[in-house]
């Protein structure tokens, strides 16, 4: 029981408990809190960090000598592939999302996540998505070319199986995840934090993980798109990347990295958070320059962006740009060198308290520097025409991910242990821990640079011996071993610190951010009232906080009438402007991950009348999920005595829900716009590349369903702003002339689609036609029929003058389907016609 | 620490990219060479550094004189020192990767030899002629050849470590790769990119005759059609 709890404030706060507690026995299942479902997304990630260890312990025992034959080249290569796969999105991308779902609203002063329903469909997608990839090895039939699926050897052609299909499948499928926390992450930063918070007051760690969800929201989505592509092209035979068919596998390289790259810095970037947030506490100092920090955080996000290229030096890139791609590589160590100034700065005018998880940190900032420098050298063409694809790289980008992501980790696990358990990690078994993982790390790569060097490829299930390879791997090996071993203390260690440690008191490290201000351990609701915090470091300034939060002393200490109520804030300032009811436990996200479930896995087995019934079903779902929302009698049925002042944001224009709108149509945008660049690449790149003289697609129906889309959008926005001007007047009716004209531009749009003479299974050209035909009919069919939700919603009375917020929501994705046809319908018709006519 | 060079020049086995037989891979053995001495004294000053900023005693800061210190430390060490070395690295390093390029060369005429890579497998024709070798591949030492790669099937990699770096072989597409070695001997390859189930034993042996016995080798191919 926490030391905050009193006798006065007892009562109030076992009603919080039960307005925001998670359902008993099975209904566990229906949490949709933040921090039950940040810690399953962390307790997940481990398990599936250690099947990815056991992979790469296979590997080396392989490796240890040569010409062994323990594991069959296919067996080693299913291991490799899923090792990448399964490190890379099943542990290093959910369990940082995980740790940044659980930190991030108690870090910024609030109760929850804005969207507490999409955590627990993360949550869902990523475990489901999660099993499905990891049981194809179990069945010996895992994607067996790679993580990162270079086609042709991923198509079907070179790999008839299913194995590709399961990665392909399977990942989309954990996107899911990292899309939703990335617009979740990114709207509760901007929109939830504490009275006063503005921008510069935010805990650097904030920054850090604003940073990671914009990243997440721009560079997922060509990964997205580049599997549906590929795996269109291997269960429908559109050629895409299949050079006779006018495609081209290099496409695929661009798209895979341009995901690829940011994702290096999605994941460094929440580690360097952690150093950031734990260096300033045991240097018992405030961050030397944090707007350094901050900038530095920005200026890594954008280069991050412009470097893919650096992955495919080798594939025949023209010369001026193996330059600039060279140059702007580089570019990344000075605001990296920024950070890591900044950080001897603080120690440097600090006292420090060497306790372990600066241990870590130390062993961070040895083997992430190692890794950084390494990385310069392979940004330089000529030196990594040498050593790409070869064990040097593999050395450098261990280093580079273990060093920026898993040391900081176990740092920031060691600091906010006790936040969960209430205890004390130890410190005994705990440095014992980290001296095997630090020397087995460095034993096991550190030599593997010049294992590399000396011309051992990476991906080989076995080599020669004699050629100066072997005692270089028989290290290797057993580094990777002690290492296991100490992974292996560091979980007793942390296993046995639940039962025998010792008992933290509120704030052990002395921590000057809020989420040292919540009870210990943490209850549902973090704090039982949400104060004001005009200053980065609140519990500096204020150490009686803990206190007199739990005794509601401050904002929205109510709880009699039962909702689940946050503040919404102002984006920049922090100013309050509303309150966010937010929903309760629900069995919606468990019931549309199952469904999702359903359609991955009858994809995966080709039963396609399934899938589409899957579809349906989980459409259906995701359809009842909008129904319960606003004043409907399962979210905030209206009363009489609701809160004016602020108001709830339902009775407002703008709240949460058209902030993550105009996120999530950002991400699509860059989806559409990676389908863009492979229209484009395609085209000037591609080297049999076909076009027919005529544009396929009939112009008098594509246009006209042009013109009734651009009338609906037309009249939906007339009638949204007469609703801002106060006027609801013919609003239901406005509703459904607009779904009716919608109807008929998909119609039109469909048989646009069907009477075209497209062969999309022979011309990669009439693929990324259809591909692109059938993105805005699914953008058209979804405006209309949230638009006809929302005529009925009307005429039940669920939107109104004092409910308008939903019409105001649903405004952007109808601007966003207006312009990806007119967009779409200049890039794929006219360009093309007038290219012809030059 | 310096001896560690000296015990691994001119060793490391038949791919050492360390021992080069062409001047591809000196340039670029003695590019890593360089950056591999001033990275160590990069990490050892910083390593050294944090150690004693963490140790020492800081006195009395005022929150003035730590904003000084502050702008010194990430101006002169966020901002100098990766700049500087960043110029330094690309200054030294881009024209280490001109004698890869397959520009015309200063005298006579680069010999150009095909390589078409198959699972697994790497099939070498010399234009002109009808030869066709398997994994194997004759080329005059002391001059410039140009490798005109691309693939049959999957992605491939065509690397010989000990003359230049690697260059993909991919479908559709065709690479040209400067390489040459300086003497005559033998040189090993691998393929780089990873192909499927035997990428593992997808290696070649690279022959560098004299010019006179590698023209006459040629020379007797043709005779022979």
Known sequence: ????????????????????????????????????????????????????????????????????????????????????????????????????????????????LVFPRISALGYYCYLFGGIIITSSLILNIAPASGWFMYTPLSSSTFSPGMGSDFWLLGITFVEISAMAAGVELVVSILRTRANGMSLSKMPIFCWYILAMALMI??????????????????????????????????????????????????????????????????????????????????????????LWVHHMFTVGIPHLALAFFSVASMLVAIPTGIQIFAWIATLWTGRVIFHLPMLWIFGFLVIFVAGGLTGVMLALVPFDWQVHDTHFVVAHMHYVLVGGMLFPLIAGFYYWLPHVSGRMPSDKLGRWGFWLAFIGFNTTFLIMHLTGLFGMPRRVYTYEAGLGWDWLNMVSSIGGFVMAIGIAVIILDVVLHFRFGRKAKQNPWNADSLEWAVEMPVSAYNFASLPDVPTRHPLYENPDLPQSIADGKHGLSEIGHGRRDIYGSDAVTGKIQEIIHLPSNSWLPLQAGLMLCVVCLSLLLKVYWVALVGLAAAVFVLLRWSWHNGAHPRATPVTADEPT????????????????MVVSMMANGTLYASLLFGWFYLWTASPQWQAPADGPLPLT???????????????????????????????????????????????????????????????AHDAVLTVMLIYLLIHGGLSTIATAMQAMRVNIGYVSLQLPYEPVVLMPLWVYTLGIFWLGFAAFVLLPMGWGSL | ?????????????????????????????????????????????????????????????SDKQAQTLQNRWIFWGGLVLPSVSVSL?????????????????EEGEAVRINVEGHQWRFETSYPGTDIVLENHMLIPAGV?????????????????????GKQDMVPGHTNVLRIMADEPGRFRGHCAEFCGLDHAHMKLVVEALEPQEFDAWLEESRTDE
């Not at chain 2, 890869?100 to 060369?105: A, E, K």
């Open chain 1, 1 to 112: 029981m926490s030391e905050l709890r009193t006798a006065e404030n007892r009562e109030r706060l076992e009603k919080f408990d039960r307005v925001w507690g998670n359902l008993p026995g099975w209904g566990q299942l229906a949490a949709v809190n933040h921090t039950s479902v940040g810690l399953r997304f962390v307790a997940t990630g481990i398990v599936f960090f250690l099947i990815g260890g056991v992979l790469a312990m296979l590997m080396r025992t392989q490796l240890a000598l040569p010409e062994q034959d323990i594991l069959s080249a296919n067996a080693y290569n299913q291991i490799f592939t899923m090792h990448g796969t399964v490190m890379m999105f099943l542990f290093a991308i959910p369990i940082l999302e995980g740790l940044a779902m659980y930190l991030i609203p108690k870090m910024i002063g609030t109760r929850d």
């Open chain 1, 217 to 306: 929201v721009f560079g997922f989505p060509p990964l997205i798109l580049g599997s549906i592509l590929l795996e269109l092209e291997r269960a429908a035979g559109m050629p895409f990347f299949e050079v006779a068919g006018g495609g081209d596998p290099l496409l695929w390289q661009h798209l895979f990295w341009l995901f690829g790259h940011p994702e290096v810095y999605i994941i460094f970037l929440p580690g360097a958070g952690i150093v950031s947030t734990l260096i300033p506490v045991f240097a018992q100092r405030p961050l030397v320059g944090y707007r350094w920090v901050v900038l530095a955080i920005i200026i890594t996000g954008f280069i991050s962006f412009g």
């Open chain 1, 645 to 660: 002042d602020p108001p709830l944001h339902s009775r407002t224009f703008s709240g949460p829900g058209l902030w993550g």
């Open chain 1, 701 to 763: 129906p594509l246009i006209g369903s042009g013109v009734l889309l651009s009338l609906a959008v037309l009249l939906y926005g007339r009638a949204v702003a007469r609703l801002r001007q106060g006027s609801i007047r013919h609003m239901q009716k406005v509703f459904w002339l607009v779904a009716a004209i919608g109807l008929v531009h998909v119609a039109l749009l469909l048989w646009v689609l069907l009477s075209a003479p497209l062969n999309p299974t022979l011309q």
């Open chain 2, 1 to 61: 620490m310096l001896g560690i060079p000296l015990l691994l020049s001119g060793c490391g086995g038949p791919f050492s990219t360390l021992d080069p037989g062409g001047p591809g891979a000196a340039g670029i053995a003695w590019l890593w060479w360089g950056m591999f001495g001033y990275a160590s004294v990069v990490l050892v000053g910083l390593v050294w550094l944090w150690l004693h900023a963490m140790r020492r005693d800081p006195g009395n800061i």
């Open chain 2, 89 to 105: 690295i690309l200054a030294f390093g881009l024209p280490a990767g001109y004698p890869m390029l397959p520009t015309p060369p």
């Open chain 2, 144 to 164: 410039p050849i140009d490798v005109y790669l691309t693939s049959a099937d999957v992605i491939h990699s065509f690397w010989v470590p000990r003359l230049s």
